[in-house]
């Protein structure tokens, strides 16, 4: 068994506005033989958790540490689950990337199948996938594999493998690890087998700051009308601007690089690994050989081996705008602003219930039966569905969905309604706050 140990950095403020609390919260991400828990076997842990001596070393630049507990031998199976789960004894929340279907549901099999308590039990999950998964379109993401989100944030690997791909290398490892004349090719196989996973790790820690969306979508709800600044412009720019602070900053593209600590890691890590490969490349190549000119040495493994610091972000939160038609919502740093331009002119409200109107050419309006029944039948004829509506001049504001009433359009058929502008947000907080939501949610999550 290979044990090995790393200092890492995690921006906790995401994980605190999303109620959780660091010291409770671990990261983890599994390497397995297969699919399935029964005819397959755990080979590699990677996890990372708050460091509790970092307060008292004065580390703050350092606060987390990554450990990964690697099997050799498919007998070490129990060994390194058993170390997750004293890592696991201390935290009560469980940060994963598409675990909930995998990673998290395999390890309780395994557990199982060895005859062991599951570490997970009673813990909390969060997936990063599942919570940027409805942002999708927002983020113009085409993928939402771990490493495409990655790529969002300008978030650099070393490794290019897919866990997939590895398993084959794995096996060699394993198969071929005590024959002499394959010593130097086994060094390259567990390279490559550590730097995957340990950046699979290390990139969670780094995708932390993407919570900020969900809570972007949340600070929109009822709950935050209170501490919505309203600013209304006039004829030269006529809209109206709705502000709101968050509690961290929302993150954008933006270029994160290694420190030379963290450079080092990855160089040790992948010490003698073939790091370029093309697309549809196998590591192996059927005979056991791994492509690639093999340098350097890979750390003695007898030990644990502790490392220093690793990648951090060199960039600084950019403003980002994303927007439909009409409205926007635009955010820098933890400032956010919807701006809603105004709509002057004359719209028309229909009513549904069209076969209980008639329809007046002269006037351009409809009236109830009800009421149309005491006008001249000459100065009026059946409404349809395109006719069946009352004027109104005034100023108007978009929507999404029917929130507010009466709902105005141009067509009948139009999918975007408006409603007139009365009132400020402050006489009505509950009603302009699920507006406001509704049209962040519309911003963020139609094309």
């Known amino acids: 068994m290979i044990i090995k140990q790393y200092d890492a950095v995690c921006d906790e403020r995401y994980l605190t506005a999303y109620g959780l609390n660091p010291e409770k919260t671990l990261y983890f991400d599994i390497e397995s033989t297969g699919l399935s828990p029964a005819r397959s076997h755990l080979y590699l842990i990677g996890a990372a958790v708050k460091n509790p001596s970092a307060a008292e070393e004065n580390r703050a630049e350092a606060p987390w540490t990554v450990y990964q507990y690697f099997s050799e031998a498919g007998s070490e199976e129990a060994e390194i689950l058993a170390l997750f789960s004293r890592l696991c004894r201390n935290c009560s929340t469980l940060v994963q990337f598409n675990g909930d279907r995998f990673d998290i549901p395999y390890l309780k099999g395994r557990a199982e199948a060895l005859g062991m308590p599951s570490p997970l039990e009673g813990m909390q999950t969060l997936d990063l996938y599942r919570e940027i998964r409805p942002l999708k379109q927002m983020l113009g993401l085409k993928k939402l594999n771990q490493k495409t989100v990655e790529d969002f944030l300008g978030i650099e690997r070393q490794d290019r493998w897919s866990g997939g791909e590895l398993i084959d290398v794995y096996r060699s490892y ?19 087998l550590l730097l995957h996973n340990y950046e699979d790790v290390l990139g969670m820690l780094k995708l932390t700051p993407l919570l900020s969306y969900p809570l972007l979508l949340d600070s929109m709800s009822p709950a935050a009308a209170a501490g919505l600044q309203t600013e209304v412009r006039g004829k030269d720019d006529l809209n109206v601007s709705f502000c709101l602070d968050l509690p961290v900053p929302v993150p954008v ?145 978009p929507q999404p969905a029917e929130l507010c009433q009466p ?40 094309k």
């Not at 093999?294 to 994303?322: L, M, T, W, Y």
Request: aromatic share 10%; net charge neutral; with cysteine.
């Open 407 to 446: 709902a105005f359009r141009d067509a009948c058929r139009d999918r975007l309604s408006w409603f007139e502008w009365e009132k400020q947000p402050s006489e009505n907080p509950d009603l302009f706050s699920f507006y406001i939501h509704s049209l962040v949610r519309a911003a963020f999550m139609d």
């Open 174 to 192: 394993r198969d071929r690890r005590d024959i002499l004349s394959e010593a130097d090719r086994n060094r390259e196989r567990l390279s490559m």
């Open 253 to 397: 593209r933006s270029h994160v690089s290694c420190s030379p600590e963290s450079a080092a890691i990855c160089r040790e890590i992948s010490a003698g690994a073939a790091i370029e490969k093309t697309a549809g490349d196998c590591p192996e190549n059927g005979t056991g050989a791994l492509r690639g000119d093999p340098s350097g040495k890979c750390p003695d493994d007898d030990n644990i081996v502790r490392h220093g610091n690793p990648c951090a972000h060199s960039g600084q939160d950019i403003p980002f705008e994303r927007g439909r038609e009409i409205w926007s919502v635009s955010a820098e740093g933890t400032k956010v602003r919807l701006r809603i331009p105004f709509r002057e002119g004359t719209l028309r409200h229909f009513f549904k219930d069209y076969k209980n109107y008639y329809y007046f050419p002269e006037e351009d309006t409809a009236l109830h039966r009800s009421v149309a029944a005491f006008v001249d039948p000459s100065h009026r004829r059946k409404a349809s569905a395109d006719n069946c509506y009352v004027k109104k001049q005034g100023l108007f504001l």
